[in-house]
């Protein structure tokens, strides 16, 4: 089975070809609940299964559980069949089950401390690392991880973290393009602000923003997308459905960005909704496409934790939306007027 591809190559060096849809395997690393490793693999083989051959991961998911999942899954797949990201800022240490990061939110995970780090020994380090973990002799892009305020706790700290990494880390991410180590690199964040400045001050190719192109968000189009545009820069929209109000709807305890959804967004979640009922259209697959409209988008990469999940995605990477319905959304002002459509 086959998905729809994107093919980006703004350095001229081949490029790389996403599809549409990818996998954010941040679910593999047991958030939230754990799942067992036969599990796992049976989503990604369900994803594989439907066409997905793009794969992001981070040595956070699961303080790298995430990784060595995919390990045993990509094991025995041509290496150049798919096309794997993966971060960098954060090294981990040893700890134990008391003392161990994300109680609460990683479940059965290794013992592991995180510790910051974007310097230019840091993110080599981290690199040799997760090949390891990864079980796999190349990444095709780099991720620096997590420099947003939700992360770093003020914007003072994120600049400090930005400092960092373009002193240092930025230099060893610019040899490893240059020396084809890898093909692109960019950072993985929860703010589009962050990648905005990231933008003005280096040479980045690729971002991964969770959560802030989507039906509910579209305040990058201000001005950090249209820099996208001039730089050849390509987005992969992570987090389409803002951690899950626009796949279930405003149902009770609906989450949106980590959070219990407030009654703003439930009633803006209705309204949405109501337009896609009225175009025959599920709203976890308009929520799907929308940030596909825009030309600098490469893939999108919702989580998939179970069968469920991962085969619902691929039914919304092939869903057909009806022009009529992203114009009623513009007259009922519930997305942008200058959004892509």
């Given at each position: 089975m086959t998905l729809p591809t994107r093919h980006w190559d703004r350095l001229d060096n081949g490029g790389l070809t996403f599809t549409e849809l990818g996998f954010?395997?941040?679910?593999?690393?047991?958030?939230?609940?754990?799942?067992?490793?036969?599990?796992?693999?049976?989503?990604?083989?369900?994803a594989w299964d439907g066409g997905v051959r793009y794969f992001d991961t981070a040595p956070l998911y699961g303080l790298g559980l995430s990784e060595t999942r995919l390990n045993r899954?990509?094991?025995?797949?041509?290496?150049?069949?798919?096309?794997?990201?993966?971060?960098?800022?954060?090294?981990?240490?040893?700890?134990?089950?008391?003392?161990?990061?994300?109680?609460?939110?990683?479940?059965?995970?290794?013992?592991?401390?995180?510790?910051?780090?974007?310097?230019?020994?840091?993110?080599?380090?981290?690199?040799?690392?997760?090949?390891?973990?990864?079980?796999?002799?190349?990444i095709d892009m780099l991720?620096?991880?997590?420099?947003?305020?939700?992360?770093?706790?003020?914007?003072?700290?994120?600049?400090?973290?930005?400092?960092q990494l373009m002193a240092g880390g930025y230099h060893a991410l610019e040899r490893m393009r240059l020396d084809g180590t890898i093909k692109a690199f960019g950072a993985g964040v929860n703010e589009w602000?962050?990648?905005?400045?990231?933008?003005?001050?280096?040479d980045f190719d690729i971002f991964l923003m969770a959560g802030r192109y989507t039906l509910l968000e579209q305040e990058?189009?201000?001005?950090?997308?249209?820099?996208?545009?001039?730089?050849?820069?390509?987005i992969v929209t992570g987090g389409p459905y803002n951690?899950?109000?626009?796949?279930?709807?405003?149902?009770?305890?609906?989450?949106?960005?980590?959070?219990?959804a407030t009654p703003d967004i439930l009633d803006r979640v209705t309204r949405i909704e109501?337009?896609?009922?009225?175009?025959?259209?599920?709203?976890?697959?308009?929520?799907?496409?929308f940030p596909l409209l825009h030309p600098s988008t490469v893939s999108v990469i919702p989580g998939g934790?179970?069968?469920?999940?991962?085969?619902?995605?691929?039914?919304?990477?092939?869903?057909?939306?009806?022009?009529?319905?992203?114009?009623?959304?513009?007259?009922e002002g519930l997305i942008r007027q200058d959004a892509p459509v």
């Amino acid at each position: 089975m086959t998905l729809p591809t994107r093919h980006w190559d703004r350095l001229d060096n081949g490029g790389l070809t996403f599809t549409e849809l990818g996998f954010g395997s941040a679910p593999l690393g047991n958030l939230y609940r754990a799942i067992s490793d036969d599990a796992a693999q049976a989503t990604l083989q369900s994803a594989w299964d439907g066409g997905v051959r793009y794969f992001d991961t981070a040595p956070l998911y699961g303080l790298g559980l995430s990784e060595t999942r995919l390990n045993r899954f990509l094991r025995d797949k041509p290496r150049d069949e798919y096309i794997l990201s993966t971060k960098i800022g954060r090294l981990l240490k040893p700890a134990t089950q008391t003392t161990r990061d994300g109680i609460g939110k990683w479940f059965e995970v290794p013992a592991r401390n995180e510790v910051y780090d974007f310097s230019y020994d840091g993110v080599m380090r981290s690199v040799e690392f997760s090949l390891e973990r990864l079980g796999i002799d190349r990444i095709d892009m780099l991720f620096a991880h997590d420099i947003d305020v939700p992360n770093q706790g003020s914007r003072a700290n994120v600049d400090a973290k930005v400092d960092q990494l373009m002193a240092g880390g930025y230099h060893a991410l610019e040899r490893m393009r240059l020396d084809g180590t890898i093909k692109a690199f960019g950072a993985g964040v929860n703010e589009w602000e962050v990648c905005e400045t990231l933008l003005k001050r280096g040479d980045f190719d690729i971002f991964l923003m969770a959560g802030r192109y989507t039906l509910l968000e579209q305040e990058a189009l201000t001005s950090f997308l249209p820099l996208c545009e001039e730089r050849g820069v390509g987005i992969v929209t992570g987090g389409p459905y803002n951690s899950g109000i626009l796949a279930t709807g405003p149902v009770p305890g609906a989450y949106y960005n980590y959070e219990p959804a407030t009654p703003d967004i439930l009633d803006r979640v209705t309204r949405i909704e109501t337009v896609c009922k009225a175009h025959d259209t599920r709203l976890i697959d308009a929520a799907f496409q929308f940030p596909l409209l825009h030309p600098s988008t490469v893939s999108v990469i919702p989580g998939g934790q179970g069968l469920t999940e991962s085969e619902g995605n691929l039914q919304a990477a092939k869903a057909r939306i009806p022009a009529g319905l992203w114009a009623d959304l513009k007259t009922e002002g519930l997305i942008r007027q200058d959004a892509p459509v």
